[in-house]
């Protein structure tokens, strides 16, 4: 699926603008917070931010900078789910699950050497990729995507656990961000 539909679903999930009292984010527009904007550029008040802005910043932020076009190349539904990930948790916390995975998913170091949990997208990562899908094949991108949907799913409940005021978000989170 191109960046462009993948930014598409994003952006009516999140929608236009939201000032939730309990979100330590603060205001978002589109989905992209005030901080964000401010680093990328956009100085304007955020409940203006046009939504090209948005799609601009997705595309450089939480697509091209962590590499998700890279597992793009490779696996495309896994490539969108860390994408949505990224977005929602940090694009270091989604690569982070996607490590994980593939170091339980390599049979004690047989099929490649564990990775270290640096969050990162680099030439190791992909190659542990390129091995698990080579050996795994397409079957082996949905067995990826449900790991960290399931690490993702862990995280939302444990956020709501330690902060009684995330409950307000958790039933979001489980039903639009977890397949």
């Keep these: 699926m191109p960046i462009t539909t993948l930014i598409d679903q994003l952006i009516a999930r999140e929608g236009g603008f939201v000032e939730h009292p309990a979100d330590r984010g603060g205001a978002t527009c589109w989905g992209i917070t005030t901080a964000v904007a401010r ?15 948005a799609a601009t910043i997705y595309a450089a932020v939480y697509w091209r900078a962590p590499g998700f076009d890279r597992v793009a190349a490779r696996a495309p539904g896994l490539a969108a789910e860390l994408f949505d990930t990224g977005v929602n948790m940090g694009t270091g ?22 990775l270290p949990l640096d969050g990162a997208i680099g030439p190791r990562t992909l190659g542990a990729l390129d091995a698990f899908l080579a050996r795994r094949g397409r079957a082996g991108e949905a067995v990826l995507v449900k790991a960290v949907d399931a690490l993702q799913g862990e995280r939302y ?12 978000f958790l039933y979001g989170w489980l039903a639009g961000r977890i397949a």
């Design 39 to 53: 680093a990328n550029g956009y100085h304007g008040p955020i409940r203006d931010m046009p939504r090209t802005v």
């Design 93 to 114: 916390v989604a690569i982070g699950f996607l490590q994980r995975a593939l170091n339980a998913l390599n049979r004690g170091a047989s099929d490649y050497a564990d």
């Design 157 to 168: 409940l444990s956020l709501a656990e330690r902060r009684p005021a995330n409950e307000a």
